[in-house]
């Protein structure tokens, strides 16, 4: 089934241990779709400007990606630059342009607006009421936040978490948003603002599923050598979403299974910079790691 994503398009200047990039590919709804357009299709909505490489963007047209929804305005594309320590796990942030992402209003094609399932990425939460007021025919929404807006826009943000139906966040941003230190505490205070499915990523210590009355814990696919991790919570989400999109209904265990793909799909796109490894991505090597993940995870108990 048809997959909207509505989130940023940019261009990024990344260094880490391994080297560095300049205004390569970057963006959620990028990585997302990246992902995603392996398992299905997918539409964009998002902004660029007048400098963006359209040309960067062929290989995901090759697999059938919609960027009807991609508008291109007078002006910059938006950039950011970030520099990542020796271990990966902290990142700094040397700048943000905003340029024209900073007045992005999102307005779908109409061919959009009937898709069952939608991903609001990290985007103004006033703008994720807006795309959902848009929408005529959604089964399945999932949306993506972040501190800036837990912080700075609350009522906002709560207004929206009434109408999804799932969140993806990460730990620190559970616990922020809920007010609880204790991850399953902050878990469920989440789930009480009205998504009755959060998932919570952990990096490289994977990701946690709450739905129903079941928890489901996902490690993280063990890469030996991490190039880049930018992207890859947007990576996550795309496997995710690309996964239910496709089984074309939302359970127990297809939830289960699309936190897999999200979780293999983002450990290859650590192993380089900006999507080049997702560029050159299979589904055949989707599935030889998702066996692999399944492998590491089975055990029996001793009778």
Not at 74 to 83: I, S
Not at 248 to 254: K, L
Request: glycine letters at 8%.
């Amino acid at each position: 089934m048809s997959l909207v994503v509505v989130g940023s398009v940019a261009l990024d200047t990344v260094t880490t241990p391994a080297g560095k990039v300049e205004d390569a590919l970057g963006g959620s709804a990028l990585y997302f779709a990246a992902a995603a357009s392996l398992l299905g299709p997918v539409s964009v909505v998002a902004v660029v400007g007048e400098d963006f490489p359209e040309e960067e963007i062929e290989f995901l047209k090759e697999r059938g990606v919609d960027f009807r929804g991609l508008e291109k305005r007078p002006g910059k594309t938006f950039r950011w630059g970030g520099v990542y320590s020796e271990d990966l796990n902290q990142r700094e942030t040397l700048f943000t342009h905003l340029n024209v992402f900073e007045d992005f209003s999102p307005s779908l094609p109409d061919a959009y607006r009937d898709a069952p399932f939608l991903f609001l990425a990290n985007i103004h939460p006033r703008l994720q009421s807006q795309v959902l007021d848009q929408m005529r025919r959604l089964r399945f929404v999932a949306m993506d936040t972040m501190n800036f807006w837990i912080e700075g826009t609350p009522d906002e943000l709560a207004a929206v978490l009434k109408r999804v139906q799932m969140l993806v966040i990460n730990d620190s941003e559970a616990r922020q948003l809920s007010g609880e230190s204790q991850l399953l505490k902050a878990v469920r205070a989440t789930r009480e603002k009205g998504p009755q499915t959060v998932v919570v990523k952990k990096g490289e210590h994977g990701a946690l599923l709450a739905h129903g009355d079941s928890l489901f814990w996902a490690p993280a696919y063990p890469v030996e050598n991490v190039v880049d991790p930018t992207g890859a919570g947007d990576t996550f989400a795309g496997g995710m979403m690309g996964y239910l999109a496709r089984a074309g209904e939302v359970t127990e265990a297809t939830l289960r299974r699309a936190v897999m793909y999200g979780t293999a799909l983002a450990s290859f796109c650590v192993e380089d910079f900006s999507m080049r490894r997702l560029k050159t991505l299979t589904l055949e090597e989707v599935a030889e790691r998702l066996r692999a993940l399944q492998e590491m995870t089975r055990f029996d108990l001793e009778e």
